[in-house]
């Protein structure tokens, strides 16, 4: 959590971030790992410079609305393969955004595999 005596432009009164977290480390071998996350990361609204047709920035400034949005994040390593899925906006929000009029995607998920060779 942070917060500051005044906002500024780009510079919110208050942001905040939090997570769980969950570790497992499974079988004699200790091959089966497992890591689990839910979270959540937010800001306050802030003020943002709007620009100008000509491209820069005019002396009016835009209010971005309040940011929130929660993630989810789980990863499974078999000896020496990790497989990770990320969720990211989980609930929707339709108005996360950091500059005035370009919306962001509702929804983003990463994954991937990666594994490590030895020789």
């Known amino acids: 959590y942070q917060a500051w005596d005044e906002e500024g432009i780009y ?13 497992g480390l499974f079988k004699e071998s ?46 499974v390593r078999i000896v020496t393969v990790n497989v990770f899925i990320r969720w990211e906006n989980l609930t929707g929000k339709r108005d996360n955004f950091d500059f005035p009029d370009r919306l962001q995607p509702r929804f983003r998920t990463l994954y991937g595999v990666r594994w490590t060779m030895n020789n």
């Not at 510079?11 to 570790?23: M, V």
């Not at 979270?39 to 002396?59: A, E, W």
Request: proline share 7%; net charge negative.
């Open 11 to 23: 510079l919110p009164k208050h942001s905040w971030q939090g997570a769980l977290t969950y570790y």
């Open 30 to 75: 200790k091959n089966l790992e497992v890591w689990g996350t839910v979270g959540m990361t937010g800001r306050d609204s802030m003020l943002l410079p709007i620009l100008g047709v000509d491209g820069d920035p005019t002396s009016e400034l835009a209010r971005a609305p309040l940011f929130e949005y929660w993630f989810a994040f789980v990863q």
